[in-house]
Nanobody
Framework: QVQLVESGGGSVQPGGSLRLSCVAS????????MGWYRQAPGKQRELVAD???????NYADSVKGRFAISRDNAKNTVSLQMNSLEPEDTAVYYC?????????????WGQGTQVTVSS
């Protein structure tokens, strides 16, 4: 079955950087759009960034210019480089694999990794 395994979360001071990684297994990787979502306490889960199999990217306005998403199809990995981190970036970050099908949309989720930005 599909498995998404995340790593790279942790605690960092404002202005610092972290790099999140997600390794996917049991899927034809380049057929899936890969994304990073986050959920802060008391808030709904929101899209941070995603990247199609062909390399087209999309970012939330709040992270444009600070975060960069990339993928390595040969290694079945997607990464999120996070720079200039702010306390508002504190959340659980989830890796997502999504694909449209004839009767809807199929999605898989990672377990989540905590990112905490504080002084």
């Amino acid at each position: 079955q599909v498995q998404l395994v995340e790593s790279g979360g942790g605690s960092v001071q404002p202005g610092g950087s972290l790099r999140l990684s997600c390794v996917a297994s049991r899927i034809v990787f380049n057929m899936w759009t890969m994304g990073w979502y986050r959920q802060a306490p008391g808030k709904q889960r929101e899209l941070v960034a995603d990247i199609t199999g062909g390399g087209s990217t999309n970012y939330a306005d709040s992270v444009k210019g600070r975060f960069a998403i990339s993928r390595d199809n040969a290694k079945n990995t997607v990464s999120l480089q996070m720079n200039s981190l702010e306390p508002e970036d504190t959340a659980v970050y989830y890796c997502n694999a999504g694909r449209n099908v004839v009767d809807g949309r199929r999605e898989y989720w990672g377990q989540g990794t905590q990112v905490t930005v504080s002084s």
